[in-house]
């Protein structure tokens, strides 16, 4: 009687390359909670009338949980203005961490945050926040502090 007749181990590692290919963005989003979704992370809003980009949420990782929100690590918000066809970063917000629902574009976090101008002229610290993304509202509960700066004379 012969033995079975054995594949070569390099076939085998192809093989499952390419189902594991496959087989990616059919589970995106559909992870276990508490597992580490993705790295990098991306949460874009557009214009509906101009299809430009309004905000960007960033974040370094996220994670998905029992609630079906994602929670963010190092979150990133940036909002935009255009002068002409040219897209400028008008406006960052920073917290360590917060939660987005995808259904609603929400993003909170009862811990720090930090709002700046990239003009210089603004900053605003609180702690506990809703950022509504659809909308651009920012909602900033407890302890806040702001800076206005006056604009530099001859500028």
């Not at 299809?51 to 990133?76: F, H």
């Not at 255009?82 to 609603?104: H, L, N, Q, W």
């Not at 909308?135 to 530099?152: C, D, E, F, G, M």
């Amino acid at each position: 009687m012969k033995p079975p007749r054995q594949q070569p181990a390099g076939g085998r590692l192809w093989l499952g390359a390419f189902v594991c290919l496959l087989l990616t963005p059919m589970l995106l989003g559909q992870l276990p909670p508490g597992t580490s979704a993705q790295n990098g992370i991306k949460f874009p809003e557009y214009d509906k009338q101009t299809q430009r980009l309004k905000s960007l949420l960033t974040g370094q990782t996220a994670v998905q949980q029992p609630t079906g929100e994602v929670l963010v690590n190092s979150m990133r918000v940036e909002i935009y203005s255009y002068d002409g066809e040219t897209r400028k970063i008008d406006v960052v917000v920073e917290a360590p961490s917060c939660t987005f629902d995808f259904k609603e574009r929400v993003a909170s976090s009862p811990g720090p945050l930090l709002l700046r101008r990239e003009d210089g002229r603004l900053l605003v610290a609180g702690v506990g926040f809703q950022w509504r993304q659809s909308s651009s509202q920012l909602y900033i509960s407890n302890n806040v502090q702001t800076v206005i700066a006056r604009k530099p004379r001859g500028l």
